[in-house]
Nanobody, 123 residues
Framework: QVQLVESGGGLVQDGGSLRLSCAAS????????MGWFRQAPGKEREFVAA????????NYKDSVKGRFTISRDNAKNTVYLEMNSLKPEDTAVYYC????????????????WGQGTQVTVSS
């Protein structure tokens, strides 16, 4: 079956950096666009970034542009989210997801989801 497994979360200070990874199995990874979402306590899940199957197209939430970078390695079936200049408001559980659509921002358009990894940014 399809599995998406996130890793790389943790506790970091304001201004710090983290790199999240999402390893995929059970699907033809290079046929799927991949996205990162996050959900803070008491809030809805929100779009963070997405990357096309080839890696040539990306899309970002406005508040993370210039700080976060999404990338993928199709040979390793892995998508990454490099997060720099982290802020306390970035604190959330981060999820990766897979879709056959073209860089959607709506979570309902993603077909497969990981279990999430916690990112906590302390002030």
């Amino acid at each position: 079956q399809v599995q998406l497994v996130e890793s790389g979360g943790g506790l970091v200070q304001d201004g710090g950096s983290l790199r999240l990874s999402c390893a995929a199995s059970g699907l033809t990874f290079s046929s799927y666009a991949m996205g990162w979402f996050r959900q803070a306590p008491g809030k809805e899940r929100e779009f963070v970034a997405a990357i096309s199957w080839s890696g040539r197209l990306t899309n970002y939430k406005d508040s993370v542009k210039g700080r976060f970078t999404i990338s993928r390695d199709n040979a390793k079936n892995t998508v990454y989210l490099e997060m720099n200049s982290l802020k306390p408001e970035d604190t959330a559980v981060y999820y990766c997801a897979a879709t056959t659509s073209v860089l959607p921002i709506g979570p309902g358009l993603y077909e497969y989801w990981g279990q999430g990894t916690q990112v906590t940014v302390s002030s």
